[in-house]
């Protein structure tokens, strides 16, 4: 008995994990699509991003397949091989992109296959499917520790100004904690007001006609008198003009006098003449006075001193003074 119910225990046993063994390998065979056909696609990445073999290939949220080898090719290029389902090849074309994603904020990475044209037509065996650049969780992490790294210094910057300015230190802790600022501000906003009085006080006056600045903004008497001016300036210009226009262009004595060479010379000559003339007068009135005659009816007693006789070189331009001793010439 004893010898039965061992061998009934082992029987039992070894049916138990023949059935285990056999939903495992249904298990792994459904994950890995071992008992369905399968088509093999390709695609080229610079960077797998942590990508494994046995990873889903997802499409429309289904996962349709696995990765089935990653080989490095050269520095930019990572060929990924991945098997899809046939049963889903026929919702795949020629160009839709594939990319790598995440299951999840910490899940494993996966592969993504985007919709297509159904123009370009189904996938084929051993087709290239374009890559397309998908959202780097990893990379945007780094960036978000980065972020939060620069965002804590500049909340203990932040922390470390308010402090200082609490304390009173700088201008704008003088400008919150110290009331000077605003009470200068005060006086400087009366004095300003007051000023703004005067300066209305004064504006008012200068409108009702107050002063001379009131006059002379309200009164055109002021306007009018210069007017009056300007016009007898305008006319007094315009007769000088016409009098200098007159010499220059005009006839008569005058503008001969200005512009004809012949007629100064003319002029010149004749007074020359009328220099002759008084010097012979001057010589004359001299010979009388030396006379016998003049001298018998003269008063005087004593016969005056002859004097010598002058002789003048006179020329245009000279003027003969005479007088009680002679006659004397200016030149």
Do not use: C
Not at 38 to 52: E, I, P, W
Not at 154 to 163: C, E, Q
Request: proline share 2%.
């Amino acid at each position: 008995m004893k010898t039965q119910k061992r061998a009934l225990r082992l029987g039992i046993f070894i049916a138990a994990a023949i059935v285990l063994f056999v939903v495992a390998v249904y298990l792994i065979g459904s994950k890995e699509n071992l008992f369905t056909s399968n088509t093999n696609l390709y695609a080229s990445f610079k960077d797998v991003r942590g990508l494994s073999v046995g990873n889903n290939v997802r499409f429309a949220g289904i996962n349709v397949g696995t990765v089935k080898d990653i080989r490095i090719i050269s520095d930019t290029s990572v060929i990924v091989t991945f098997s899809v389902d046939d049963r889903y090849t026929k919702y795949i074309y020629k160009n839709s992109t594939v990319q790598i994603g995440q299951e999840g904020l910490m899940g494993g990475k996966i592969v993504l296959i985007l919709p297509g044209d159904p123009q370009t037509g189904r996938v084929r065996e051993g087709d290239f499917l374009k890559v397309t650049e998908g959202l780097d969780i990893q990379g945007m992490l780094a960036q978000a520790q980065i972020m939060l790294e620069e965002a804590t210094g500049t909340v203990a910057n932040l922390r470390s100004i308010t402090g200082k300015i609490d304390s009173g230190k700088g201008d704008m802790g003088n400008l919150i904690n110290n009331d000077s600022l605003t009470t200068q501000l005060n006086i400087a906003m009366n004095n300003i007001n007051s000023s703004l009085a005067h300066i209305k006080q004064l504006t008012s006056k200068v409108d009702s006609g107050q002063g001379d600045l009131g006059k002379l903004v309200n009164d055109d008497k002021l306007t009018t008198k210069l007017n009056n001016i300007l016009g007898k300036g305008d006319s007094i210009m315009y007769e000088l003009h016409t009098t200098t226009y007159a010499l220059n262009h005009g006839e008569g004595t005058l503008p001969r006098l200005v512009h004809d060479k012949q007629m100064a010379q003319n002029i010149d000559t004749a007074i020359s003449k009328v220099d002759e003339a008084v010097v012979q007068v001057t010589r004359a009135a001299e010979t009388v006075a030396n006379s016998w005659i003049f001298r018998l009816f003269s008063k005087k007693k004593k016969e005056p001193k002859e004097q010598p006789v002058q002789e003048f070189n006179v020329q245009p331009g000279d003027t003969i003074v005479i007088d009680s001793i002679g006659a004397s010439l200016k030149r």
